[in-house]
């Protein structure tokens, strides 16, 4: 075998360990770029709406609590705004729904969905009967009873949309560590 030939023949090894590399460099950096995407389309959102939701629950605990205190019938638009933002929280929790298909996360939205419409179901039988009337009105007590459970259950969803995305930032870290030694390698 001629000198020219074994060149020849590393240069080519050379050239297929570097375009090799070059495309596994390639394949890494989109990798990355997807984690990226996905921790801000799925975690990062789903904590910015749950937290929004958690707000708005909260803002909306003293205005019931101010309604209930003023009495049936003498502030029709905090019923409306009740209203409003039942379906604003509703609204917000099912973009963290869509965002996190996270069975722990799902079971928690569904238990804590339930106990926000229990409250506002309570509330706004007291504040708004319906036309026909009512058998039995819940007691002010009840509904603030059903408040605190729905509150403590939405930080539950916080804490696990909040959790999920750590995780998913521990996992991500964890691929871009292995991409990097094989890179490396």
């Known amino acids: 075998m001629t000198l020219r030939r074994k060149f020849t023949i590393a240069f080519s090894l050379i050239a297929c360990i570097a375009a090799s590399l070059a495309a596994y460099g390639l394949r890494a ?7 990226v995407a996905r921790l801000y389309d ?10 929004a939701a958690s ?3 909260s803002d909306v605990h003293r205005l019931m609590n101010r309604s209930l205190l003023v009495g049936p019938g003498l502030d029709p638009a905090a019923v409306d705004r009740l209203r409003a933002a039942r379906t604003e929280i509703g609204q917000d929790l099912d973009i963290v729904r869509q965002r996190l298909p996270d069975p722990a996360v799902t079971l928690a939205l569904d238990r804590a969905q339930a106990a926000i419409g229990a409250w506002f179901q309570g509330g706004l039988t007291i504040l708004a009967p319906p036309a026909g009337g009512v058998i039995a009105l819940p007691m002010r007590d009840a509904v603030e009873r059903q408040s605190d459970n729905a509150a403590v259950l939405l ?3 916080v804490q696990l949309v909040a959790a999920s995305g750590f995780d998913y930032r521990s996992r991500a870290a964890a691929e871009l560590r292995a991409a990097r030694i094989t890179l490396a390698a």
């Open 55 to 57: 707000t708005a629950l």
């Open 155 to 157: 930080d539950d969803v």
């Open 42 to 51: 799925e975690p990062l959102m789903g904590v910015n709406y749950a937290r």
């Open 29 to 35: 950096l989109a990798t990355t770029g997807d984690m």
